[in-house]
């Protein structure tokens, strides 16, 4: 390849980064200066964190849902080394940025528009989903991306918080808004009524993982 040719792959590589980079902005700063009625935010997950073996972790990307994965491993590491119940450990997973499509409900999946931004497969098809492959995995998915009991449901119902950032779900309200040809307000109506069971919604991942911190979880990033 020319020295020419080189640079020229190099700059298209940019450019198309930047534009990505853009409207990524864009719609943030949308949703962030979109009018919203005041939010109060439930705090008490805080009072959770007792454990003496304490970790948060931070998950910004989808990344095939490998925050779900070290989440289990630190359960599971810690039942084979010390015999741990997980009631005996704390773990926060923070679901934010371009990550929290995974705690939306399969309703909001169907039009596959998540699944294919991500290149996700249906657990059980293994056509491109149309629902979401990291909840209520049904037993032996033969696509399945990890294991049944590291699912995000099962999690939570382990006992592991798991924290939305509010900021980022806005911004997806948005993308339903203009997918659906439906009003704003309506698909952060959507999100609130098909969010997974047992997420917290938090004003944003930066003041979640903060505050994971500030009551003594270790950070592990899960991107």
């Given at each position: 390849?020319?020295?020419?040719?080189?640079?020229?792959?190099?700059?298209?590589?940019?450019?198309?980064?930047?534009?990505?980079?853009?409207?990524?902005?864009?719609?943030?700063?949308?949703?962030?200066?979109?009018?919203?009625?005041?939010?109060?935010?439930?705090?008490?997950?805080?009072?959770?964190?007792?454990?003496?073996?304490?970790?948060?972790?931070?998950?910004?990307?989808?990344?095939?849902?490998?925050?779900?994965?070290?989440?289990?491993?630190?359960?599971?590491?810690?039942?084979?080394?010390?015999?741990?119940?997980?009631?005996?450990?704390?773990?926060?997973?923070?679901?934010?940025?371009?990550?929290?499509?995974?705690?939306?409900?399969?309703?909001?999946?169907?039009?596959?528009?998540?699944?294919?931004?991500?290149?996700?497969?249906?657990?059980?098809?293994?056509?491109?989903?149309?629902?979401?492959?990291f909840a209520n995995?049904?037993?032996?998915?033969?696509?399945?991306?990890?294991?049944?009991?590291?699912?995000?449901?099962n999690l939570i119902?382990?006992?592991?918080?798991?924290?939305?950032?509010?900021?980022?779900?806005?911004?997806?309200?948005?993308?339903?808004?203009?997918?659906?040809?439906?009003?704003?307000?309506?698909?952060?109506?959507?999100?609130?009524?098909?969010?997974?069971?047992?997420?917290?919604?938090?004003?944003?991942?930066?003041?979640?993982?903060?505050?994971?911190?500030?009551v003594g979880c270790?950070?592990?990033?899960?991107?």
């Open positions: 390849m020319t020295q020419r040719r080189e640079f020229l792959r190099r700059a298209s590589l940019i450019a198309a980064g930047s534009a990505a980079a853009g409207a990524f902005a864009a719609d943030l700063l949308e949703a962030q200066s979109a009018p919203q009625a005041q939010r109060s935010y439930d705090m008490s997950w805080a009072s959770r964190v007792t454990a003496k073996y304490r970790m948060a972790f931070d998950a910004p990307e989808v990344r095939d849902g490998i925050a779900l994965h070290q989440v289990r491993s630190f359960l599971a590491g810690y039942n084979t080394v010390y015999g741990l119940k997980d009631s005996e450990l704390s773990a926060v997973l923070i679901i934010r940025h371009a990550a929290v499509p995974m705690v939306l409900g399969d309703a909001l999946w169907a039009d596959g528009a998540f699944g294919e931004k991500e290149s996700l497969k249906d657990p059980v098809s293994g056509e491109p989903t149309k629902r979401n492959p995995v049904p037993t032996g998915a033969k696509f399945a991306l990890g294991w049944r009991d590291g699912a995000l449901d119902a382990r006992g592991v918080i798991v924290l939305a950032c509010d900021l980022a779900l806005d911004n997806v309200a948005g993308q339903i808004a203009t997918r659906r040809s439906i009003p704003r307000a309506d698909a952060r109506q959507l999100i609130t009524d098909h969010i997974v069971p047992g997420v917290v919604r938090m004003p944003s991942g930066i003041f979640a993982t903060s505050h994971a911190q500030s270790g950070l592990m990033y899960a991107g």
